[in-house]
Each structure stands twice: as C-alpha cells, then as structure tokens.
C-alpha cells in the first residue's frame, strides 16, 4: 500500500464512518417516528463490518510501511493516531448502534465539517468539532438544506459580483476606445499645426524676397531720375 493510497483509504474510511453516524441517526429517527427500521439496520451492520476491515487494512499497511522505512517515524505516529480516533469512533459507533449509549453530538458535527481527511498533515480527531447553535436540533436533511442556502446565496452574491465586474469591463472598453479617437483628433491637429506654421513661414519668406525688390527697385528709380536731371541741366543753354 503506497504512502497515498494510504490517505486515500484513510479518507474512504471517514467517510464510511461518517455514513454510519447519519444512518443511526435516521434509525433512531424511524425508531422515534414509529417507522420500520429493518432495513436500515441490516445496512449498517454490513457497513459496520466493512468499517472493521477498513480499519485493519489501515493498521496492516500502516505496519509494513513502518517496519520497511518507507515513512519518517513522526509520520508513522500521526497515521497511529488517526487509527486509534477510528478505533474509538468504532466503538462508539458500535454502542450507539446496539443501543447502549445515546446518539452523541458528534455524528451530527461531522456532516458539519464535511469528512475531515488526513491529507491536511494534522492528527486532529475528526469528529471533535463543536456544532454550532443554528444546527443544533436539526435534522441532517435539514443541515443539508440550510448548507445549500448558504451556497445558493453565495452563488447568487457571486453572479452579482460578476456582473459588476462585466459592466466595469464594458465601461473600460468604452473609455479605451473614446481615448483612442481622442489620440487620433490630437494627432489630426498636431499635423495641421505643422503644415500650418510651414505655411506661415514660406510666405514669411516671400514678403522678405518682394520687400528686398521693392527696395532695389526704388533705388533703380532714383538714379535715373538724377541721371535725367543730369542730362537737362547739361544741355540747358546758359
């Protein structure tokens, strides 16, 4: 027997025991309610059996891996005991069962922790589990009820979260696309700025080029007025 079917059998075992716990419990309910519990009791005979072969097998496997070294010696200590908290659970169940003691708080608190297995590296027993008030004088149909409120509840607020989260998303989108042609407009009146202020300065030149003419032109003008002048003044008779 490998180290995790191990575990794994050890699991499969707190589970049965489990079973057991609720089965007694509805015996005892058909007991109270005038029911017919014959059936039920050959059932849990048969699981009481198989809930003793389990817990040899356990102690068997448990032994060759010790003796062979496949497991370190704290291990082997915490899976002894797991064993005796089945053991004890055994007992317990098999008293309740032929009725010599009273169906104890903890088969209920089971279902309430839902199997505790061994995987989890603790040796804790896992049936010592305090019940809490709003479970308490409930059936396990009805337990099992209530949980399923709790999860349909927490599905529902998780739905709700979803969709918050969805519309924020879409809104994102929204933005993401909003800031893009916001970017492009940008670029568009980045673009007309340049070519814009090219524009100012090609015809900034040009008014330079035409003053630079004018002005030489003007001069042009002068010296042939004078020469004119210088002309007429000599041919003037005196």
């Not at 979803?162 to 994102?172: C, F, L, P, T």
């Not at 670029?187 to 090219?198: C, F, I, K, Q, W």
Request: with cysteine.
């Amino acid at each position: 027997m490998s180290q995790d079917a191990w575990l794994q059998n050890y699991d499969a075992t707190c589970r049965l025991a489990q079973e057991i716990a609720e089965n007694i419990h509805e015996r005892n309910r058909q007991q109270r309610t005038g029911g017919n519990p014959a059936k039920i009791n050959m059932t849990l005979r048969a699981s009481l059996q198989k809930l003793k072969q389990n817990i040899a097998q356990l102690k068997e496997g448990l032994l060759r891996a010790s003796s062979s070294r496949r497991i370190m010696q704290s291990e082997a200590d915490r899976r002894q005991n797991l064993i005796d908290d089945l053991l004890t659970r055994e007992k317990q169940l098999n008293a309740t069962f032929k009725g010599d003691i009273t169906e104890s708080e903890p088969s209920r608190s089971t279902l309430m922790a839902g199997g505790a297995g061994a995987s989890g590296g603790t040796s804790a027993n896992p049936w010592l589990i305090n019940e809490s008030e709003e479970t308490k004088g409930l059936t396990f149909g009805e337990i099992k009820q209530q949980q399923q409120r709790v999860i349909e509840a927490q599905d529902a607020g998780l739905d709700a979260l979803a969709a918050v989260i969805s519309r924020q998303k879409i809104m994102g989108q929204e933005i993401g696309n909003e800031l893009d042609e916001q970017n492009e407009i940008v670029d568009d009146l980045a673009h007309l700025v340049d070519t814009t202020d090219n524009r100012i300065r090609n015809e900034t030149r040009r008014v330079k080029l035409v003053e630079t003419k004018s002005a030489s032109c003007g001069m042009l003008v002068v010296i042939v007025l004078l020469l004119i002048a210088i002309i007429v003044i000599a041919a003037w008779p005196v």
